[in-house]
């Protein structure tokens, strides 16, 4: 999956974790580069790639 933060600006990585009111997930980035907070109000696209 990836997350797309602005037009042409994309994180790819893998959901970690989902909160149960589905308003948070959490992101393992690819790469090593940690993981990150998504709130649905931050208003980012979280979108599947294709295997």
């Not at 009111?21 to 208003?43: A, I, K």
Request: proline content about 4%.
């Amino acid at each position: 999956m990836s997350v797309k933060l602005a037009p042409g600006f994309e994180n790819p990585g893998q959901v970690d974790a989902v909160s149960s009111d589905h308003s948070v997930v959490w992101v393992n980035l690819d790469g090593g580069r940690g993981r990150t907070l998504v709130h649905c109000g931050d208003g980012v696209e979280i979108v599947r790639q294709e295997s």
